[in-house]
């Protein structure tokens, strides 16, 4: 059985990713948050990608290590 605080919990984590991580194809793949950043550097020759879990692995963020 879930509570109240647990779901707002839930939901606080997938607002975080929906606005601060997650690409909208709209926005030229820059979240919500990142509008008016500039577009980070390409990185050139072999790098590291790391996944971080959320949600109990329902939520999957990418980051690309140099």
């Not at 975080?16 to 020759?45: I, K, M």
């Amino acid at each position: 059985m879930t509570s109240e605080r647990h779901l707002r919990l839930v939901v606080e984590e997938y607002a975080d990713h929906h606005n601060e991580h997650r690409p909208h194809r709209s926005l030229g793949q820059r979240c919500p948050n990142g509008v008016g950043a500039t577009e980070p550097p390409a990185v050139d020759g072999p790098s590291r990608i790391l996944r971080r879990d959320l949600l109990g692995g329902l939520i999957h963020e990418y980051t690309q290590v140099a």
